[in-house]
């Protein structure tokens, strides 16, 4: 089996009298595409936030390589590994797709390093920036204004900005929001590139593409772990097929 790298155990948050999380526990390991699905507020983005340290837990542990991280500031998680990806708030729609980039990377140097302005101090964090922008497809649109992207792009982008920081784990909830079917398409195409040396967990609502992407899911309901396993076992649940899956097909066809 491969590394653990980001675990909970019976992770809980409260909203007042709402549990959006309760008694979550989950594993997420390197080379793992790890889908999160669950009716409208089930309580995903609530452990995407939890596990990204921008939500506070009321109780229970995050751990990460087997350290306890539930009380470490985004920032700090973002320096050990963690990666999540926001919507858009994160891009900067005057700068070039590089300097996006180079900014996020810029944020992993050791406050020590910034003070050197010459290019060799740069080089450690230049071949960040071309590796994200590679590893993204924004190569050939480096140069471009932010603005100028397409929406596809920018989601890109937004990836990108997130690879900068070289995470050894990505968060990204709903990376697909608002995407025609080319460029889903192609952003799960670049999920399954990054996959080997990366632990993805990932809220997505489209069916079709959680499927055909996911190594293991876990399913939420009301805030609660309702079943986590394979495609298959997911597909083939009773539980989930009553709870989830047999309510979508009902609302959508
Ligand atoms: N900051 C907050 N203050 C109060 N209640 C909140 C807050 N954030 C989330 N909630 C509540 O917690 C529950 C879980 O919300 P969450 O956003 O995690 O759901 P979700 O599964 O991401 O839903 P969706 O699929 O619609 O994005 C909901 O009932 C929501 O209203
Ligand atoms: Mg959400």
Request: hydrophobic fraction near 40%; aromatic fraction near 4%; glycine fraction near 10%.
């Amino acid at each position: 089996m491969s590394e653990v790298l980001l675990k909970t155990v019976e992770l809980r948050r409260t909203f007042g009298g709402l549990a959006a999380n309760d008694r979550v526990s989950i594993e997420l390991r390197r080379g793992e595409v790890h889908a999160l699905l669950g009716p409208n507020g089930a309580g995903k983005s609530t452990l995407i936030n939890l596990l990204s340290g921008d939500l506070a837990a009321s109780s229970g542990q995050v751990f990460y390589r087997g350290q306890d991280i539930t009380g470490l500031t985004p920032h700090e998680r973002s320096l050990i590994g963690i990666g999540r990806s926001y919507q858009k708030t994160n891009i900067f729609p005057g700068f070039s797709v590089r300097e996006n980039v180079r900014l996020a990377a810029q944020s992993r140097q050791p406050r020590a390093g910034r003070i050197f302005s010459d290019a060799t101090a740069f080089a450690p964090y230049r071949q960040a920036v071309d590796d994200a922008l590679a590893a993204a497809r924004l190569g050939d649109v480096a140069e471009r204004r932010a603005s100028e992207l397409s929406h596809g792009q920018q989601r890109q982008l937004e990836l990108a900005i997130v690879l900068a920081t070289r995470p050894q784990v990505l968060l990204l909830d709903e990376p697909l929001a608002g995407m025609g079917h080319e460029e889903s398409l192609r952003m799960l195409d670049m999920l399954r590139g990054l996959v080997a040396s990366h632990a993805i967990l990932l809220v997505e609502h489209d069916m079709d593409a959680v499927f055909s992407i996911a190594d293991v899911l876990t399913v939420m309901v009301n805030g609660v772990v309702l079943r986590t396993g394979t495609p298959e076992q997911i597909r083939s649940s009773p539980e989930v097929q009553q709870a989830y899956l047999g309510s979508e097909e009902a609302a959508h066809g």
